[in-house]
């Protein structure tokens, strides 16, 4: 039944409109396109950076003007990270802007065409997870889907809407946890103690994030496009909640993992000896969650290192002190980040083996727990 209920909610999210589709251009058509020659002769180039237009000629695909061809312009702004270079025989995501009339004003290869890769590494990794899974597999996957149609449904909008960052970001984090702890663990203890114990984590890592992200002095433009979004008309916004908010997003899917770890361990625990007292329940689930935590930590540092290498490797090449590398706002926040959602995993193996003990434990042996605190 939990399945069939979250089918139908993901369906209903995919649905629900963002109130931000009017933002979409109407007088323009979004499809593939073949590349089938270039002219680079408007390119000037200095080293590495490419500076003035491509003009391409492209074969549109799909849409309303497949089979039809049309001259394009690629416009490089000479930066790396934005610019991209078409070669003959390349698929493109192509724009077609279309005027009063409706006939094609210009055509405009914004970028390599992606897209299909990206739903054959879905279709991929969905495979495998539900070879490998079966059952619980499937629940995963559906929870995984959910969990994006919750983000871009739901947590995206009501950002942009002005809405409190950090209430609204933990209530998605605390609807998504439960959704997707319960559906695989099913309403049963072990998805309760879980849940409890996540939720503990996740508010531990919102408490310090608000209070370090004031002393370390940081502004949320630091994140990547958030000066963008400023400039695009939302100068509203409260940028330094909505990256308190990110920092116990990020880790609160490896919070919910261990809380899940400690809370299916102790109920094992718990099935093989019924007659076990609070404070050895207390004690099994500690040290589970001793034993994930190590790596879980890692983990973290691992996930958010890979994000900022490069900055790491540009300021060694200049011979920057590491003092002031440290120092630096973009390392900084990782930093505050990586930390921070170390606390959150920390404390929660404490905080879901104290839950699972009262919830699993019988009451009988109540005060040998007590006794130990």
């Avoid at 077609?96 to 210009?106: A, F, M, N, P, T």
């Avoid at 308190?244 to 809370?263: E, P, T």
């Avoid at 490797?313 to 003092?323: D, K, R």
């Amino acid at each position: 039944m939990l399945v069939i209920l979250f089918c139908l909610f993901t369906v209903v999210l995919y649905f629900l409109p963002t109130g931000f589709e009017g933002h979409i251009r109407q007088d323009s058509i979004r499809c593939q396109a073949r590349v089938l020659s270039v002219d680079d002769a408007n390119v000037q180039i200095y080293g590495m950076i490419h500076k003035g237009e491509q003009d391409v000629t492209l074969e549109i695909l799909d849409g309303p003007f497949a089979g039809q061809r049309f001259d394009g312009h690629n416009q490089l702004l000479g930066q790396l990270d934005r610019d991209k270079i078409f070669r003959a025989g390349d698929k493109a995501l192509a724009v077609i802007s279309l005027d009063q009339k409706g006939d094609v004003e210009i055509v405009n290869p914004s970028d390599h065409y992606r897209l299909d890769l990206e739903l054959f590494l879905l279709l991929l990794f969905s495979g495998l997870l539900l070879l490998f899974g079966g059952w619980t597999g499937a629940k995963a996957l559906l929870s995984f889907i959910f969990t994006a149609m919750t983000i871009w449904k739901v947590l995206v909008p009501l950002l942009l809407q002005g809405m409190d960052p950090i209430g609204l970001s933990l209530a998605v984090v605390a609807f998504v946890t439960a959704s997707v702890i319960f559906l695989v663990a099913g309403p049963t203890k072990t998805g309760t103690v879980a849940f409890l114990g996540a939720l503990l984590g996740v508010g531990t890592s919102c408490l310090l994030a608000i209070y370090f992200t004031s002393k370390f002095h940081v502004h949320g433009a630091v994140m990547p496009f958030a000066e963008t979004l400023l400039y695009s008309g939302y100068g509203h916004l409260n940028l330094t909640d909505i990256y308190i908010a990110a920092v116990f997003i990020a880790s609160s899917g490896a919070v919910m993992d261990l809380a899940m770890d400690v809370a299916a361990s102790m109920n094992e625990v718990v099935q093989k000896k019924p007659d076990i007292s609070r404070a050895e329940a207390f004690r099994s689930g500690i040290r589970v969650g001793r034993a994930v935590v190590g790596t879980m930590t890692t983990t973290l540092l691992l996930a958010y290192s890979g994000g900022f290498i490069t900055l790491l490797m540009a300021f060694m090449a200049q011979g920057i002190p590491l003092a002031n590398t440290f120092n630096f706002i973009y390392v900084a926040v990782e930093i505050l980040k990586t930390i921070v959602g170390s606390f959150g995993l920390v404390t929660v193996a404490p905080f879901t083996a104290m839950i699972g003990a009262f919830f699993y434990a019988g009451h009988k042996r109540n005060s040998a727990f007590e006794n130990t605190q």
